[in-house]
């Protein structure tokens, strides 16, 4: 079966920087997108950035643009957010998904998700 795992949250001083990553198996399509989105609390999910599984097209939210960068493994089973410039605002829980379809857009209902991972910036 399809499983996310995230990792490398963590607290980090405004200005710091953190790596997160998306250890993905069980994928049973080559031709996909991976996203990273966030949850703030109190305030709904938040597309991130995102990736398609040959790295060719990448895409960032206005609000991350310049400071996050999202790349794969060779492997295309883990994904990578490198998130740097941190700012408060940032404060959020992690959570990297995919439909494991070549459809790009961020719905808020991927199909698999992780179980996310806390960063905090304070």
């Known amino acids: 079966h399809v499983q996310l795992v995230e990792s490398g949250g963590g607290l980090v001083q405004p200005g710091g920087s953190l790596r997160l990553s998306c250890a993905g198996s069980?994928?049973?399509?080559?031709?996909?997108?991976m996203t990273w989105a966030r949850q703030a609390p109190g305030k709904g999910m938040e597309w991130v950035s995102s990736?398609?599984?040959?790295?060719?097209?990448?895409y960032y939210a206005d609000s991350v643009e310049g400071r996050f960068t999202i790349s794969g493994d060779n492997a295309k089973t883990t994904v990578y957010l490198q998130m740097n410039s941190l700012k408060s605002e940032d404060t959020a829980l992690y959570l990297c998904?995919?439909?494991?379809?070549?459809?790009?857009?961020?719905?808020?209902?991927?199909?698999?998700w992780g179980q996310g991972t806390q960063v905090t910036v304070s």
């Open positions: 998904a995919t439909d494991l379809t070549p459809i790009e857009g961020f719905t808020g209902k991927q199909d698999y």
């Open positions: 069980g994928f049973t399509s080559s031709s996909y997108y």
């Open positions: 990736i398609y599984s040959d790295g060719s097209r990448t």
